[in-house]
T-cell receptor, first 114, second 114 residues
Framework: ETGVTQTPRHLVMGMTNKKSLKCEQHLGHNAMYWYKQSAKKPLELMFVYSLEERVENNSVPSRFSPECPNSSHLFLHLHTLQPEDSALYLC?????????????FGDGTRLSIL | GESVGLHLPTLSVQEGDNSIINCAYSNSASDYFIWYKQESGKGPQFIIDIRSNMDKRQGQRVTVLLNKTVKHLSLQIAATQPGDSAVYFCAPNRSQGGSEKLVFGKGTKLTVNP
């Protein structure tokens, strides 16, 4: 059982489609994160939100658009993706972005771009 | 640049043996370290953490050792079980712009043979 829930678990889309990934945390945390996990590569931090404000954008292409309507929900809107964007997208949350706070992860959305 | 590495990409042990997974980090300013376990098809799961003012911390069947002098930490799993088979990541922290990030390595895949 996880306190961070991601939907859908799997997504197949064409390069011209528009889709959204959803993340919800039930831990009462104030910070949320999007990571990309590709095969044989370390986790790559994409975005960080603290109290619904984006505090980090790690040079992510504009075809990825995050949204954080409240501290419990985080979305990643996708449009005109490329085949190299196929990966596992992980959401995480933590109490805040201060030092010494563990991040808790969801089980991810497996994204395949055709 | 900053790096997090593990001494072995794979580790195979017999059920009941003790496992030791090593991790080297490069940033001497890191003061908080987390070990995660990621099973197939799931997101990273928090195992144990340690702060830089400690050199050892124990949990249930797991022990983390931290050597700040050589920037090395290890995860010891006692009486390894088949359910311990997974990829293990160490994640030191890195503070940037008032917020904290975790830096992930590629992970070590632990296989427990019955």
């Amino acid at each position: 059982e996880t306190g961070v829930t991601q939907t859908p678990r799997h997504l197949v889309m064409g390069m011209t489609n528009k889709k959204s990934l959803k993340c919800e945390q039930h831990l009462g945390h104030n910070a949320m994160y999007w990571y990309k996990q590709s095969a044989k590569k370390p986790l790559e931090l994409m975005f960080v939100y603290s109290l619904e404000e984006r505090v980090e954008n790690n040079s992510v292409p504009s075809r990825f658009s995050p949204e954080c309507p409240n501290s419990s929900h985080l979305f990643l809107h996708l449009h005109t993706l490329q085949p190299e964007d196929s990966a596992l997208y992980l959401c995480a949350s933590s109490q805040d972005t201060h030092t010494g706070q563990p991040q808790h992860f969801g089980d991810g959305t497996r994204l395949s771009i055709l | 640049g900053e790096s997090v590495g593990l001494h072995l990409p794979t580790l195979s042990v017999q059920e009941g043996d003790n496992s030791i997974i090593n991790c080297a980090y490069s940033n001497s300013a890191s003061d908080y370290f987390i070990w995660y376990k990621q099973e197939s098809g799931k997101g990273p799961q928090f195992i144990i953490d340690i702060r830089s003012n400690m050199d050892k911390r124990q949990g249930q069947r797991v022990t983390v050792l931290l050597n700040k002098t050589v920037k090395h930490l290890s995860l010891q799993i006692a009486a390894t079980q088949p359910g311990d088979s997974a990829v293990y990541f160490c994640a030191p922290n890195r503070s940037q712009g008032g917020s904290e990030k975790l830096v992930f390595g590629k992970g070590t895949k632990l296989t427990v043979n019955p």
